[in-house]
């Protein structure tokens, strides 16, 4: 059984930087999609970003409007964990961030329901 474990979250101060990691244990993070969601205080969760696997060694970084252009997704697969950059922490940014993996190749990335694991999730606080 895959698991995943986020670490990395905590308190920032707006305009601060955050790397978030996600640890995958039970499956090899190379032949798994990846995703970031964040869950905002009393909303549905949001589609942050993706590393799909489309086979062999072809990934594909995919990004919600919420997040472009500050967030940058990243793998190492040797190590088996994966990461999400976030520059230019807002306070809105707070939130709930998870990741999560598919085995699936094609599959709407943007959907949290349509991954087969997720992890517990991690605060994430930014505030002055």
């Known amino acids: 059984q895959v698991q995943l474990v986020e670490s990395g979250g905590g308190l920032v101060q707006p305009g601060g930087s955050l790397r978030l990691s996600c640890a995958v244990s039970?499956?090899?993070?190379?032949?798994?999609?990846m995703g970031w969601f964040r869950r905002l205080p009393g909303l549905e969760h949001e589609f942050v970003a993706a590393?799909?696997?489309?086979?062999?060694?072809?990934?594909?970084?995919r990004y919600g409007d919420s997040m472009a252009g500050r967030a940058t997704i990243s793998r190492d697969n040797a190590d088996n964990t994966g990461a999400l950059q976030i520059d230019r922490l807002k306070p809105e940014d707070t939130a709930v961030y998870f990741c999560?993996?598919?085995?699936?190749?094609?599959?709407?990335?943007?959907?949290?329901?349509?991954?087969?694991?997720w992890g517990q999730g991690i605060q994430v606080t930014v505030s002055s």
């Open positions: 039970g499956g090899k993070l190379s032949s798994l999609s």
């Open positions: 590393h799909t696997w489309s086979g062999g060694n072809a990934y594909f970084e």
């Open positions: 999560a993996a598919n085995n699936a190749r094609n599959f709407n990335y943007m959907r949290l329901d349509e991954y087969d694991y």
